[in-house]
């Protein structure tokens, strides 16, 4: 990724302002656990790291003042685009949705079988479709995983 | 005399405790390693295990592990980035690095010897000075831990990179995420939006899983087809002079580890952290800089949480009280083993401690024996090609968060703040400072509150005891002393002195 | 295609689970055991020292699992989502019985099957050696001439020393400053440092501090001394009034499902009073300063339900609640 912080990334000012709003919303469940501003209390933290949380994003927006846009990028559609096509890449987006499929999986057909087909789906694709060697190295893992996990430390799988 | 040396060396010459304990530490380091998987549970599951056994065999085991889980948390933290234990958190921050440069194999060896070297000065430690330490670690009243836990909150400074606004947001969001959960004195709900799988908090290993290793494997995917570095698997033991180099800064920091470790409220996890922050104040010249491989920094950390072992058995031997997690479940076992850990454990029962000395110093070897070998073959983990490690990481993380507390929401949890830590990675925000917070938001909510209803709630006689009480009074005045080097009033400072 | 298939194959699930679930030969396989506190404490370490003389009686494997947090709250309902088949126990303390009195949740121990109270635990109030204080009476007497400056450690609402304080605000006043700690641990290395000005705590924590004189016992929760701890008076003395809440103290009991096969519940009530009856069980309870009760069926549901009674109505007695026992139910002692 580009090293230079001083030049905004595609994207960047959306992020930052999107903290400030968990920021706000931070602060409002916190304010809820007294309903006041209490010296020692359960609220008193929570309320205050909800203001340092606050103040600290605030600043981070104020800074982006101080930085400027790649040159290339010069209306709201393009950053879009850039943004797009660096972080919505086919990799990072097939894994994401797999990996959230594969934790709901886990709980209707049991941690073996999910984990089977989650490794062998993403190891083809990954490896552009070897699937005889892909679903080896599945199997192998799954070996190594049931002695070590369900044999050794006895630890209860779903 | 003769009895203690007996009972120091029982473990080094009978075959059986020997086995045991080489086993333990063999089985540590890979309960280490394996996020999720903690060596309080190890030793929690070993206690049903050795139930019917001799006392000496099931300390050995338990001390075994235990000298191995803490060194393993390492490994992984070099090799991929996802530290094993919460204590290995600052070891990613250069070990990892160095991982990159075609260096794992150095950075393993180098931390095997280091946490050797703190291992056995804890150690020392422990056999000289138990009883006085212990006793001062008692010293620490609520307001100091409340003080401790600032001083760790200053080291945001070092930990957050280029940004400081964005350093202060991520601890304040990780305390926030720490003080999920019942409030401890009230027992009301305290941002669970009215969940109830929130009510005891979402433990931080789940968030540390997350942010290290899934955000680390996505980011990851950016480079899937990179070629990973070859790693250099020729010098692997780090040479005498390389050690003799960073001698007096393990010493200093192995140091901060025991008294660290000492503390009840306190264990490796933070240990490490302090350690890791005075050796990036104190070297002027790092082999690289901080964050980027240097070696100081690995040095740091491994030797703080090794000797934090040596630490946490100061109040558990000479009190019956746990130094940390790990000690409290051995206190457990000395219980159901018939024995009454306590004050008199040391008078009544006097091998329990120079057993547990001996067999300490003996794991230690171990680790310096079963470290050193086989790294070869674990440097080549960074070599396995992304598209198949990724997806095996995110597998790890999903066994290793469940089968911390059997807990689906967990994982889920723990996937949220892996995709959540990509995008703060994204833009520029640190792992590091969000994980300080975590940690320490609830020993600061905790400790100030202790302290605000120890005073009967006057705000005035409680800021008097930060500079009335002679311990206080030192935390005070270092904290005091760190806040004015950090700010411009420093070359100010320095200037007026020099003038004057 | 895919359908009846799918159809089939949950037909031979569930036939499966129905031949699982036939207690002839239970058990078969390994038990899951959900124990409600962390790794270390009390809870714990009563569980882990029962736990393999019941695997010898049962001949199987129990598979123990902390899972701390919510005052328990999470452990108890993780087991009660279970399958009824008897697989799942559930190992806890006394807390359960005031969730509903506390709002931490609308399930009591009532909800499941008891099928053993395996003891309870002694109650110490102490101090460190330091304190101008050698019982209680003196500790009352002080306290009513200095409302409100005495430092008490405590764990939190619901906690065993808020309980403890709620008994004797019942029947007498003691104004004190309470500390809170995360257990009994750190509250009893606070006193240890003279942090804190003393603390009720069960036996089992503070009993080897007491031998060794690192800490010493103000009163025992109770009417006669101890034999274990000679010289600290029964509570009684301070306080002829708190008789009528005793004896209580913290227990430690095994649960299951309310719906599990009448059979499966026999099995495992013969088990498990057969394992606190043992030798080896009561040995070491006795040691770490408990009490054995060993009840099951009717006698445990009688234990239960005065605990509740007595705790409940003490709290609100002494204004540590706001929701009357009445409204959930619950007797008056």
Same mark, same amino acid.
């Given at each position: 990724?580009?090293?230079?912080?001083?030049?905004?990334?595609?994207?960047?000012?959306?992020?930052?302002?999107?903290?400030?709003?968990?920021?706000? !919303?931070?602060?409002?469940?916190?304010?809820?656990?007294? !309903? !006041?501003?209490?010296?020692?209390?359960?609220?008193?933290? %929570?309320? !205050?790291?909800?203001?340092?949380?606050?103040?600290?994003?605030?600043?981070?927006?104020?800074?982006?003042?101080?930085?400027?846009?790649?040159?290339?990028?010069?209306?709201?559609?393009?950053?879009?685009?850039?943004?797009?096509?660096?972080?919505?890449? %086919? %990799?990072?987006?097939?894994?994401?949705?797999?990996?959230?499929?594969?934790?709901?999986?886990?709980?209707?057909?049991?941690?073996?079988?999910?984990?089977?087909?989650?490794?062998?789906?993403?190891?083809?694709?990954?490896?552009?479709?070897?699937?005889?060697?892909?679903?080896?190295?599945?199997?192998?893992?799954?070996?190594?995983?049931?002695?070590?996990?369900?044999?050794?430390?006895?630890?209860?799988? %779903? | 005399?003769?009895?203690?040396?007996?009972?120091l060396l029982?473990a080094w010459?009978?075959?059986?405790?020997l #086995?045991?304990t080489g086993?333990g530490v063999l089985?540590g380091i890979y309960?280490g390693a394996?996020?999720?998987?903690?060596v309080?549970?190890?030793?929690?599951?070993?206690? &049903?295990?050795?139930?019917?056994?001799?006392?000496?065999?099931?300390?050995?085991?338990?001390v075994g592990i235990y000298v191995g889980g803490v060194y393993g948390g390492s490994r992984t933290a070099i090799l991929l980035n996802?530290p094993g234990t919460p204590a290995a958190i600052t070891t990613a921050f250069d070990g990892y690095p160095l991982a990159l440069k075609g260096e794992a194999g150095r950075a393993i060896g180098l931390s095997t010897v280091m946490s050797v070297i703190g291992g056995l000065i804890g150690v020392a430690v422990l056999a000289g000075t138990?009883?006085?330490l212990?006793?001062?670690?008692?010293?620490?009243?609520? /307001?100091?831990?409340?003080?401790?836990?600032?001083?760790?909150?200053?080291l945001?400074?070092s930990l957050?990179?280029?940004?400081?606004?964005?350093?202060?947001?991520?601890?304040?969001?990780?305390?926030?995420?720490?003080?999920?959960?019942?409030?401890?004195?009230?027992?009301?709900?305290?941002?669970?939006?009215?969940?109830?799988?929130?009510?005891?908090?979402?433990?931080?290993?789940?968030?540390?899983?997350?942010?290290?290793?899934?955000?680390?494997?996505?980011?990851?995917?950016?480079?899937?087809?990179?070629?990973?570095v070859k790693q250099k698997v020729s010098k692997i033991v780090p040479p005498l002079n390389m050690v003799l180099k960073f001698l007096p800064l393990s010493v200093r920091t192995s140091i901060i580890g025991v008294v660290v470790g000492a503390?009840?409220?306190?264990g490796g996890d933070i240990a490490s952290l302090f350690a890791y922050d005075h050796a990036k104040r104190t070297t002027k010249n790092p082999s690289t800089p901080f964050g980027e491989g240097a070696y100081e920094g690995l040095v740091a950390p491994e030797t703080a949480n090794s000797a934090a072992v040596g630490g946490a058995y100061v109040?558990?031997?000479?009190?019956?009280?746990?130094?940390?997690?790990?000690?409290?479940?051995?206190?457990?076992?000395?219980?159901?083993?018939?024995?009454?850990?306590?004050?008199?454990?040391?008078?009544?029962?006097?091998?329990?401690?120079?057993?547990?000395v001996g067999n300490l110093a003996l794991a230690n070897i171990f680790l310096l024996v079963f470290g050193l070998t086989g790294i070869k073959l674990f440097s080549k983990v960074v070599?396995?090609?992304?598209?198949?490690?990724?997806?095996?990481?995110?597998?790890?993380?999903?066994?290793?968060?469940?089968?911390?507390?059997?807990?689906?929401?967990?994982?889920?949890?723990?996937?949220?703040?892996?995709?959540?830590?990509?995008?703060?990675?994204?833009?520029?925000?640190?792992?590091g400072?969000?994980?300080?917070?975590?940690?320490?938001?609830?020993?600061?909510?905790?400790?100030?509150?202790?302290?605000?209803? &120890?005073?009967?709630?006057?705000?005035?006689?409680?800021?008097?005891? #930060?500079?009335?009480?002679?311990?206080?009074?030192?935390?005070?005045?270092?904290?005091?002393?760190?806040?004015?080097?950090?700010?411009?009033?420093?070359?100010?400072?320095?200037?007026?002195?020099? /003038?004057? | 295609?895919?359908?009846?298939?799918?159809?089939?194959?949950?037909?031979?699930?569930?036939?499966?689970?129905?031949? $699982?679930?036939?207690?002839?030969?239970?058990?078969?396989?390994?038990?899951?055991?959900?124990? *409600?506190?962390?790794?270390?404490?009390?809870?714990?370490?009563? +569980?882990?020292?029962?736990?393999?003389?019941?695997?010898?009686?049962?001949?199987?494997? +129990?598979?123990?699992?902390?899972?701390?947090?919510?005052?328990?709250?999470?452990?108890?309902?993780? =087991?009660?989502?279970?399958?009824?088949?008897?697989?799942?126990?559930?190992?806890?303390?006394?807390?359960? *019985?005031?969730?509903?009195?506390?709002?931490?949740?609308?399930?009591?121990?009532?909800?499941?099957?008891?099928?053993?109270?395996?003891?309870?635990?002694?109650?110490?109030?102490?101090?460190?050696?330091?304190?101008?204080?050698?019982?209680?009476?003196?500790?009352?007497?002080?306290?009513?001439?200095?409302?409100?400056?005495?430092?008490?450690?405590?764990?939190?609402?619901?906690?065993?020393?808020?309980?403890?304080?709620?008994?004797?605000?019942?029947?007498?006043?003691?104004?004190?400053?309470?500390?809170?700690?995360?257990?009994?641990?750190?509250?009893?290395?606070?006193?240890?440092?003279?942090?804190?000005?003393?603390?009720?705590?069960?036996?089992?924590?503070?009993?080897?501090?007491?031998?060794?004189?690192?800490?010493?016992?103000?009163?025992?929760?109770?009417?006669?001394?101890?034999?274990?701890?000679? $010289?600290?008076?029964?509570?009684?003395?301070?306080?002829?009034?708190?008789?009528?809440?005793?004896?209580?103290?913290?227990?430690? $009991?095994?649960?299951?499902?309310?719906?599990?096969?009448?059979?499966?519940?026999?099995?495992?009530?013969?088990?498990?009073? *057969?394992? =606190?009856?043992?030798?080896?069980?009561?040995?070491?309870? =006795?040691?770490?300063?408990?009490?054995?009760?060993?009840?099951?069926?009717?006698?445990?549901?009688?234990?239960?339900?005065?605990? *509740?009674?007595?705790?409940?109505?003490?709290?609100?007695?002494?204004?540590?609640?706001?929701?009357?026992?009445?409204?959930?139910?619950?007797?008056?002692?």
């Amino acid at each position: 990724m580009s090293k230079k912080i001083a030049r905004v990334q595609a994207g960047e000012k959306l992020f930052d302002w999107l903290l400030l709003l968990l920021s706000i !919303g931070v602060l409002y469940e916190a304010y809820r656990i007294d !309903g !006041g501003l209490r010296l020692n209390s359960a609220g008193s933290f %929570p309320v !205050g790291l909800g203001l340092i949380m606050l103040a600290s994003s605030a600043v981070i927006l104020l800074s982006h003042r101080y930085k400027r846009r790649a040159s290339e990028i010069t209306t709201a559609l393009q950053e879009a685009k850039t943004f797009l096509a660096e972080h919505f890449k %086919p %990799p990072i987006v097939a894994f994401t949705i797999c990996s959230i499929v594969y934790l709901i999986a886990i709980n209707w057909i049991s941690f073996y079988v999910s984990t089977f087909c989650f490794l062998a789906a993403m190891f083809t694709y990954y490896r552009q479709g070897r699937v005889v060697s892909s679903l080896v190295i599945t199997t192998i893992t799954i070996a190594v995983i049931y002695v070590l996990f369900t044999m050794v430390f006895r630890v209860y799988l %779903p | 005399m003769s009895d203690t040396v007996a009972y120091l060396l029982m473990a080094w010459l009978d075959p059986g405790l020997l #086995l045991l304990t080489g086993l333990g530490v063999l089985a540590g380091i890979y309960v280490g390693a394996i996020p999720g998987l903690s060596v309080t549970m190890a030793v929690s599951i070993l206690i &049903s295990f050795t139930f019917s056994w001799n006392i000496n065999n099931a300390l050995a085991l338990m001390v075994g592990i235990y000298v191995g889980g803490v060194y393993g948390g390492s490994r992984t933290a070099i090799l991929l980035n996802i530290p094993g234990t919460p204590a290995a958190i600052t070891t990613a921050f250069d070990g990892y690095p160095l991982a990159l440069k075609g260096e794992a194999g150095r950075a393993i060896g180098l931390s095997t010897v280091m946490s050797v070297i703190g291992g056995l000065i804890g150690v020392a430690v422990l056999a000289g000075t138990a009883p006085y330490l212990a006793d001062m670690a008692l010293e620490f009243a609520p /307001r100091d831990y409340f003080l401790i836990a600032i001083l760790g909150l200053l080291l945001v400074s070092s930990l957050s990179g280029k940004s400081l606004a964005r350093g202060i947001f991520s601890v304040a969001l990780g305390a926030v995420v720490g003080l999920v959960g019942m409030d401890m004195v009230t027992a009301q709900p305290r941002l669970t939006m009215g969940s109830m799988e929130l009510l005891g908090g979402i433990h931080y290993v789940v968030i540390m899983i997350g942010l290290f290793g899934v955000a680390e494997a996505i980011y990851q995917l950016h480079n899937l087809a990179k070629i990973p570095v070859k790693q250099k698997v020729s010098k692997i033991v780090p040479p005498l002079n390389m050690v003799l180099k960073f001698l007096p800064l393990s010493v200093r920091t192995s140091i901060i580890g025991v008294v660290v470790g000492a503390l009840p409220g306190a264990g490796g996890d933070i240990a490490s952290l302090f350690a890791y922050d005075h050796a990036k104040r104190t070297t002027k010249n790092p082999s690289t800089p901080f964050g980027e491989g240097a070696y100081e920094g690995l040095v740091a950390p491994e030797t703080a949480n090794s000797a934090a072992v040596g630490g946490a058995y100061v109040p558990m031997l000479t009190l019956g009280m746990p130094g940390d997690a790990v000690t409290a479940v051995i206190i457990g076992a000395l219980v159901i083993h018939g024995l009454n850990p306590g004050p008199m454990l040391m008078i009544e029962t006097p091998h329990i401690f120079w057993f547990t000395v001996g067999n300490l110093a003996l794991a230690n070897i171990f680790l310096l024996v079963f470290g050193l070998t086989g790294i070869k073959l674990f440097s080549k983990v960074v070599e396995v090609p992304k598209a198949i490690l990724i997806p095996l990481i995110l597998v790890l993380c999903v066994v290793g968060t469940y089968s911390l507390n059997s807990n689906m929401t967990e994982v889920y949890w723990m996937l949220g703040f892996g995709i959540l830590g990509y995008w703060l990675k994204v833009f520029g925000f640190q792992m590091g400072p969000i994980i300080l917070g975590v940690i320490l938001g609830p020993l600061l909510d905790e400790s100030y509150r202790q302290a605000m209803s &120890s005073v009967g709630n006057q705000a005035g006689d409680f800021l008097l005891g #930060l500079v009335t009480n002679p311990l206080s009074l030192v935390l005070t005045s270092v904290i005091t002393l760190v806040l004015l080097s950090n700010t411009p009033l420093k070359p100010w400072l320095i200037a007026r002195f020099k /003038r004057g | 295609m895919t359908k009846p298939v799918l159809t089939r194959l949950a037909i031979a699930v569930g036939a499966l689970s129905i031949v $699982g679930s036939a207690a002839a030969d239970y058990p078969e396989r390994n038990i899951q055991g959900t124990i *409600q506190w962390g790794a270390g404490g009390a809870t714990d370490n009563v +569980i882990r020292s029962l736990t393999p003389h019941v695997e010898e009686i049962l001949d199987t494997t +129990i598979i123990l699992t902390n899972r701390p947090g919510g005052t328990g709250v999470i452990g108890m309902s993780h =087991v009660m989502r279970q399958r009824p088949d008897g697989y799942n126990l559930l190992f806890g303390a006394e807390n359960p *019985q005031l969730y509903p009195l506390m709002g931490l949740a609308d399930f009591t121990y009532d909800d499941m099957h008891t099928v053993n109270i395996i003891g309870q635990g002694l109650v110490v109030i102490a101090t460190h050696p330091n304190s101008p204080f050698d019982n209680f009476e003196e500790l009352l007497a002080y306290a009513n001439e200095n409302p409100g400056e005495l430092r008490m450690g405590g764990t939190g609402a619901g906690g065993l020393p808020s309980t403890i304080h709620a008994m004797i605000n019942a029947v007498g006043d003691l104004d004190v400053r309470t500390v809170t700690f995360g257990g009994d641990g750190p509250g009893v290395t606070a006193l240890l440092g003279e942090h804190i000005d003393f603390m009720p705590l069960s036996l089992s924590a503070v009993a080897e501090q007491i031998r060794g004189g690192r800490l010493k016992g103000l009163a025992v929760l109770g009417a006669e001394e101890l034999d274990s701890l000679p $010289g600290v008076p029964p509570i009684t003395e301070a306080l002829p009034e708190i008789e009528s809440f005793l004896p209580w103290g913290p227990f430690w $009991g095994v649960f299951v499902h309310k719906d599990t096969p009448d059979d499966i519940k026999a099995t495992l009530e013969d088990a498990y009073e *057969q394992a =606190v009856a043992s030798e080896g069980f009561q040995e070491f309870l =006795v040691n770490f300063g408990g009490e054995t009760l060993n009840l099951s069926g009717e006698e445990a549901q009688q234990y239960l339900d005065s605990w *509740q009674s007595v705790t409940a109505w003490s709290m609100f007695d002494a204004d540590a609640v706001e929701t009357s026992p009445e409204e959930l139910g619950i007797p008056r002692p």
